[in-house]
């Protein structure tokens, strides 16, 4: 079982489950958030949803072991673009509980989520400057501000809970081991309010932020990017698929 959901009165908790890989996201793992993800927006008795990782990491972000073929990789690609925009544009909130390491497209969905909610073993990265991948700006400048979002995301270096509280990537720090219990507690608190108002209010800060056009902009570049196999040059054509064709040169 790859996601483990669990259902805490009107909270539903995603628990991310390959502890043997650090909870890294192959596809399978992928589609089984997405679906989790679908599920507790569709049911009326969950009012917030917790996303956590299994035995004390959050998640070290794509599983690089899993071995994919061009059409693989951009599938994975597609799937992680998909979780990115149903956490960010989610009509419920939704709070990372975070502990352990908090990587790549890990952060990428803990950035997207209302709240995040750590104890003093997490540590966070944003590696994609140094992978290649241009992921990053969309969701962390609305966080912590452009200078901020660029010095942690050009520089792709480690930073550890105490940052993350200061420069406002974290909004709560929890007691060692008790990320989830705190997340529990925050999520209770959201989900006594009201309903209809949480859920205008959601709206309100996507529509004022701009954060679903953002993701949204994020997203084409790393289809583009994936599709031509690393090409930025993609980035400028209608089709990128075609950039990755004429770099193999099957077409002149």
């Not at 930073?159 to 705190?182: K, N, S, T, W």
Request: aromatic share 4%; with cysteine; charged share 25%.
């Amino acid at each position: 079982m790859l996601v483990a959901v669990e259902q805490q009165g009107e909270v539903r908790v995603v628990r991310m489950q390959r502890p043997e890989a650090r909870n890294a996201m192959n596809t399978a793992m992928l589609m089984a958030i997405l679906d989790a993800l679908a599920d507790a927006v569709a049911d009326a008795t969950v009012k917030v949803i917790i996303l956590r990782g299994a035995e004390g990491t959050f998640s070290a972000g794509a599983d690089l072991r899993e071995e994919l073929d061009r059409a693989g990789q951009v599938r994975r690609m597609d799937l992680f673009c998909q979780m990115y925009e149903a956490i960010g544009t989610c009509p419920k909130p939704i709070i990372a509980a975070i502990e352990g390491h908090c990587v790549g497209g890990g952060i990428e969905a803990a950035s997207a989520c209302d709240l995040r909610i750590a104890d003093p073993s997490a540590s966070f990265r944003f590696p994609g400057a140094s992978l290649g991948i241009p992921v990053g700006a969309a969701k962390l400048v609305g966080l912590v501000g452009l200078g901020t979002a660029k010095d942690l995301v050009l520089t792709s270096r480690t930073f550890g809970v105490d940052e993350a509280l200061r420069i406002g990537f974290v909004q709560r720090l929890a007691e060692p081991g008790m990320a989830l219990e705190l997340a529990l507690e925050v999520a209770g608190q959201i989900a006594s309010q009201s309903d209809e108002a949480v859920r205008y209010l959601k709206r309100q800060f996507l529509a004022f932020s701009g954060q679903g056009d953002r993701i949204a902009s994020e997203n084409d570049a790393l289809h583009a990017v994936t599709e031509s196999g690393g090409d930025y040059g993609a980035l400028t054509m209608p089709d990128p698929k075609a950039a990755w064709l004429r770099g193999a040169g099957k077409v002149r």
